[in-house]
């Protein structure tokens, strides 16, 4: 019994008190979330300097075990503050050590009122492994398996961040990362309506080792109650002479098309090739661009998106069109698809949005309003931005493919959360017609003849 004692008073002597909710500094709670086997906690561990003139902030050593914060449970420590509204909260962490190469830590808002289901959003990174870097991630139901709303973004950040930012009838999470430059945006998503107004933020931890502790030093905690959206907004101007170039057909003009060969592919190396049909001085694969209308852009190779019902990729495998299942056939690699549309917007803010594997890039009226990462997993990225007035403006979509899993949706965020994909007209999305021939530049790719031949298919 007295053996039993000493351990206890050790363990306790190790991880503090902090982890059964007691305030300090500038967190007002920190506790175990999900119930894992390791006794996590969060203590005060001395001050450092941060900005070069000898200024100090408080540090904390935060020790958390659980086997994830992923899935349909998590399971890890949590140092936070429970507050309402729009709240950001950034902080610089240093890792000390770990036992899996999935170890996670970062920054995270949370629905208080459940425990390892809750609805949550959170800005991680992991330590070990060749893949360091951002993950931002949530689950958006309770009991809900989590879903990556960006699958990775580069190391080498001074700073993450997390917030929630109300704008007009939009409710919205942002992940943010300072580079040594400022905070800039990593990831957009619309927050689920269920999320509560009154939720914990601050940072986590999990060992995602059930059977082990992990622990990481936390310092440069900062909480804003009136943070402004990072991401830079595109402002779309009128076209009124659009509506002439439009045909009255609804859908999208989708082309596919492989170059012969792929050294230097990227974002660059594909805007090349859609402009000029050359890449490397060498043309498109022989037989591989082709042209088709679609209703909606719903389209892959060899993996899922968030909307089933997905049709092959015109021009890069013809024997799995119209195939039910375009899976079923090879993994093609190292191509581009440009989507080309008419669409009829109202004036004000709106969300335009692309799960795809890999990049994509949109552009309304002529105007870019964001692109993926080049290189990603199957995941939604959201794009806001503004248009002057009522009207027909053109769309514009390339999607990169590289490596392994290939798909590609356009998705309309609605003011109710609704995501839908983009030109279906019944679910209150905004109308989307192909554009007359003329309109669309498919330089050096043989793609206006194309389209002219196939008009109507």
Same mark, same amino acid.
């Given at each position: ?19 059964? !909710? ?8 920190? +506790? ?8 996590? =906690?969060?203590?005060?561990? @001395?001050? &450092? ?14 020790? #958390? ?5 992923? #899935? ?12 309402? !509204? ?28 459940? %425990? ?31 879903? !990556? ?9 001074? =700073? ?21 430059? #400022? ?13 509560? %107004? ?22 440069? &905690? ?34 596919? =098309? ?30 591989? $661009?082709?042209?088709? &209308? ?38 093609? %690699? ?5 989507? %080309? ?23 309304? @009226? ?9 290189? +990603? ?16 403006? =053109? ?29 279906? &007209?019944?679910? @209150? ?9 003329? $309109? ?14 196939? +008009?109507?298919?």
């Amino acid at each position: 019994m007295f053996k039993r004692l000493l351990v206890l008073v050790a363990i306790l002597l190790l991880v503090g008190t902090q982890s059964f !909710g007691e305030s300090f500094g500038i967190f007002d709670n920190a +506790k175990d979330i999900g119930g894992p086997k390791a006794i996590g =906690s969060t203590v005060p561990d @001395g001050y &450092v300097t941060t900005d070069g003139l000898g200024s100090l902030t408080q540090q904390y050593l935060m020790t #958390g075990g659980g086997s994830d914060i992923w #899935g349909s449970w998590d399971q890890f420590q949590f140092a936070y503050k429970e507050l309402s !509204g729009d709240v950001r909260v950034t902080a610089s962490f240093d890792f000390v050590v770990g036992n899996n190469d999935w170890t996670k830590y970062g920054v995270m808002l949370r629905d208080m009122s459940a %425990d390892g289901d809750a609805i949550s959003y959170q800005n991680v990174t992991r330590k070990y492994g060749p893949e360091d870097g951002l993950y931002f991630q949530g689950r958006t139901s309770q009991g809900a398996g989590a879903q !990556g709303f960006v699958d990775y973004v580069q190391a080498g950040f001074t =700073s993450i961040g997390i917030q929630r930012v109300t704008l007009g009838d939009y409710t919205l999470i942002e992940a943010l990362a300072d580079y040594g430059s #400022g905070l800039q945006s990593i990831g957009l998503t619309l927050a689920t309506p269920d999320l509560p %107004d009154e939720i914990g933020i601050g940072v986590a931890l999990t060992s995602h080792d059930n059977e082990w502790a992990a622990q990481v030093k936390v310092y440069d &905690v900062q909480y804003d109650s009136s943070p402004s959206l990072v991401m830079a907004m595109a402002n779309v101007g009128a076209d009124a002479a659009l509506a002439e170039k439009c045909s009255d057909t609804p859908g999208f003009r989708i082309t596919g =098309s492989k170059p012969l060969v792929s050294e230097g592919w990227g974002y660059a190396a594909m805007n090349e090739f859609l402009d000029t049909g050359m890449l490397n001085g060498l043309p498109a694969a022989p037989g591989s $661009t082709e042209s088709r &209308v679609d209703p909606v852009v719903n389209i892959r190779d060899t993996s899922d998106g968030a909307f089933g019902d997905n049709r092959s990729v015109p021009g890069i495998d013809p024997f799995e069109y119209p195939a039910n299942d375009p899976a079923a056939g090879d993994d093609d %690699d190292n191509y581009a698809v440009q989507v %080309d549309a008419c669409i009829y917007l109202t004036a004000g803010l709106h969300i335009i949005g692309v799960n795809s594997d890999d990049g994509a890039i949109i552009e309304i @009226g002529g105007v870019e309003i964001g692109r993926a990462p080049e290189w +990603k997993g199957a995941s939604n990225v959201d794009f806001l931005f503004t248009v002057e007035a009522d009207g027909y403006y =053109s769309l514009r979509a390339r999607y990169l493919e590289g490596g392994g899993g290939s798909e590609l949706e356009l998705h309309e965020v609605l003011a109710n959360g609704s995501r839908i994909l983009l030109g279906d &007209v019944a679910a @209150g999305g905004s109308p989307v017609f192909v554009p007359e021939p003329a $309109t669309i530049a498919l330089l050096g790719l043989g793609g206006l003849a194309l389209i002219r031949r196939r +008009k109507g298919a």
